[in-house]
């Protein structure tokens, strides 16, 4: 059976830890999206010597491959201002929808996690996930995360670039950031990650009770 997750929301809002986890706790695929955007602005930045040009990113994207989303410092800051930038560009979109279409048309379930995956990419998904959290937890996670990694930053540079990508993502003409009409709306602000996990995961096991109901035989 083809059942498809889809979850989105701002960057550090937790929305790709609750993903992986319901992946794994269903047997479902698992893709983040933004690290179709990473790996292609990446890609693009290398090949324009530090300059991410709109007409470059859009010939990576028409090439990339799954082997590119295993390349190192996907995860990095500039990795992330890169997608960002990548992501703003029509062509590079068109060009990653073709890929995140077939997966999200695996048999077994898939789950996908990004920016416009129920309002875009998987309008027809079976469960819409919107999470969120509020400007001062996500820059801690965030910034957590990039100390772990050996990055020197603060709190307060990692709130003002959270800030600039969300106006960014929020403000493009070409799918932009929002709340799919008929999403679940979770806020992680006050949530352990297991709590929002498990938030997640009953929205889901609800959604497909009714599906297998509906299945034939």
Known sequence: MRFVVAIDGPAAAGKGTIARAVAERFGFAHLDTGLLYRAVGTKALEQGNGVLDAG?????????????????????????????????????????????????????????????????????????????????????????????????????????????????????ADAPTRQAEDAHLLDTTELAIDAAVDKAAQIIEQALDRAQKRAPG
């Open 56 to 172: 470059v990113a859009a010939l990576v994207a028409a090439e990339l491959t799954p082997a590119d989303l295993e390349a190192d410092g996907l995860r990095d800051a500039i990795a992330a201002r890169a997608a960002s930038k990548a992501a703003a560009v029509p062509e590079v979109r068109k060009a990653l929808l073709d890929f995140q279409h077939r997966f999200a048309a695996l048999e077994g379930g898939a789950v996908l996690d990004g920016r416009d995956i129920g309002t875009v990419i998987c309008p027809d998904a079976d469960v819409k996930l919107f999470v969120i959290a509020n400007d001062e937890t996500r820059a801690r996670r965030r910034h957590r995360e990039l100390l772990q990694r050996g990055e020197d930053t603060t709190v307060e540079q990692v709130m003002a670039d959270l800030r600039s990508r969300d106006a960014r993502d929020a403000g493009r």
